[in-house]
């Protein structure tokens, strides 16, 4: 039931258990977790979901081979033990990838490389990935693409690739699956309490409209803007600081024909991943520099460009020039202050701050990273469990629960991507391989009854189809384009400015000649 309030805006009398402030991979995570548990959960996103830092990463999931030099050992465990966790409950958008670090004269000793390697292999509990291998690269084919005779030995190990903006958009989706409501467009604008009750007012950002929901307990996971969310009313003073430290990458056109990494160290201490990215593209990245400005705002400069380059040409036989570039992308992490004198160095642990002002918790997250962000959830509810009072609240179960199209084993995406085929011939193997990749057993869902490519509607371009849009419309809260292309289908590098446009329009066609609600609060597809 709805009444209407003083000012013009919309008042649930429902009480939700949990309401969250941010739709990136830590609000999404513990969305999920909480709803999994029995609690009713509301989340607000201001912009799309995954569009700030958590679809601009690197795109690993990984433990952090350098964060062993700062003594990060409690950090790199968690995530080294998560890797082979997510790869179980996402096989579909997580994969194994195999890295070169090719051993540099003058940096780090191979004497010190190796004993990272070696608890890199040993402190996370390793099981389906291969450990790590020394490496000839004067013989071997991962040293053809190095300067000759410059690299001559190196070692190869483990860790994971990821879609990073699908693993937020089916967290997200698992979560409203399990009976939470994902709000995107939905700017959280004022936080305040009445009677130990949260009231959050929410403005729909496409239609100006205003909601004021009610949560016993509340989530700040605003990211780079958490100390923003803090500000709105809550009556917190943050104890800890946000430290944003700017990330750019490049992509180029595929550099090398094997399908390894590499990590390449720099003369200034930090590193670099150069990644085979969507088959015919290079990624690298990333730089660390502390950034002051509108997070929304951050773009790859000029001199970051470069460095990049520089830093790839150092080890390449073929340099890498900014011409060269395609695309560039630029993120801001908002990690913990801790304080340390180099962007670099900072901590990529999270770090949590619960304040009961007037007696309703607030918890705030500072920090944390893709990897963790399972574990993360997990540590939060248990900060919350007093406050909860779910049956299952000490239950923890997203370990084992794959994520939507997740459920099949590690090894069947190649499987699933022939039983495609099989089943819709029509499909061209590269079609099937992305929709697999995708949306893995869920691939049958957009694909229906059709026999032929016909029976998918309008293309797009670069196998986009009409059925497929229509899908991530329903189902994953795409709204435009840049929704579409750059986060759900990460299609952007293959449609021209013109294909991009053309679906922006239709897109906004479709949803003006739609009169149905917009299925913005979850549910079952």
Request: aromatic share 8%; proline share 4%.
């Amino acid at each position: 039931m709805k009444r209407r309030s003083p000012g013009g805006c919309v008042s649930l009398d429902r009480v939700f258990d949990l309401a969250i402030i941010g739709g990136g991979i830590n609000g999404c995570g513990i969305a999920r977790d909480a709803a999994g548990r029995g609690n009713s959960v509301f989340l607000c996103e201001m912009n799309d979901l995954a569009s700030g830092t958590s679809s601009w990463s690197t795109k690993l999931v990984h433990g952090g081979l350098r964060y062993l030099e700062y003594y990060e050992f409690r950090l790199v465990r968690e995530a080294l033990i998560e890797r082979e966790i997510l790869w179980q409950i996402a096989p579909h958008i997580i994969r194994p990838l195999r890295f070169v670090l090719p051993h540099h004269s003058g940096l780090r000793p191979a004497w010190l490389l190796r004993l990272g390697l070696f608890l890199y292999d040993h402190i996370g509990g390793r099981h389906l990935l291969p450990p790590t291998r020394s490496v000839d690269l004067i013989h071997d084919e991962v040293g053809k693409p190095l300067i000759a005779n410059r690299y001559k030995r190196g070692f190869e190990y483990s860790d994971c690739f990821v879609d990073d903006a699908r693993l937020v958009v089916l967290t997200a989706r698992d979560a409203a699956d399990r009976g939470a409501e994902i709000h995107t467009r939905s700017r959280a604008v004022e936080i305040r309490q009445v009677e130990g009750i949260w009231h959050v007012t929410v403005e729909n950002t496409i239609s100006g409209t205003r909601t004021t929901i009610q949560a016993r307990t509340l989530v700040n996971a605003g990211g780079p803007w958490v100390e923003q969310v803090l500000s709105s009313g809550s009556g917190v003073n943050a104890r800890a600081k946000v430290r944003l430290v700017q990330g750019s990458h490049i992509v180029v056109r595929k550099l090398y024909e094997h399908d390894r990494a590499y990590m390449f160290q720099n003369a200034d201490g930090r590193i670099i991943f150069v990644i085979p990215y969507q088959d015919d593209f290079t990624l690298i990245g990333t730089t660390d520099r502390d950034y002051d400005g509108d997070p929304a705002e951050v773009k790859a400069s000029d001199e970051e460009i470069q460095y990049l380059c520089a830093s790839a040409s150092e080890y390449l036989k073929r340099p890498v020039l900014p011409k060269d570039v395609v695309w560039t992308y630029s993120g801001v992490r908002p990690l913990y202050d801790d304080g340390a004198s180099e962007a670099k160095a900072a901590t990529r642990d999270y770090v949590f701050e619960l304040d009961t002002p007037g007696g309703a918790p607030l918890l705030s997250i500072y920090g944390g990273k893709i990897t963790t962000y399972r574990r993360l959830a997990e540590e939060a509810l248990e900060r919350l469990a007093p406050y909860l009072h779910s049956a299952k609240e000490k239950e923890r179960w997203t370990g084992k629960a794959p994520l939507p199209g997740g459920d099949m084993d590690v090894s069947a995406i190649t499987a699933l991507t022939a039983e495609l085929m099989r089943k819709y011939p029509f499909l061209s193997s590269a079609h099937a391989n992305r929709l697999a990749h995708a949306y893995g057993t869920r691939a049958t869902k957009l694909l229906g009854n059709a026999k032929s490519l016909a029976d998918l509607g309008q293309p797009f371009g670069a196998t986009l189809t009409e059925s497929e849009v229509q899908y991530l419309m329903l189902n994953e809260w795409a709204h435009t384009a840049e929704d579409v292309v750059w986060r759900r289908s990460k299609l952007g590098l293959r449609l021209s400015a013109d294909e991009i446009a053309a679906l922006d329009e239709w897109i906004k066609a479709h949803r003006a000649s739609d009169k149905r609600p917009l299925r913005e609060a979850g549910g079952r597809p």
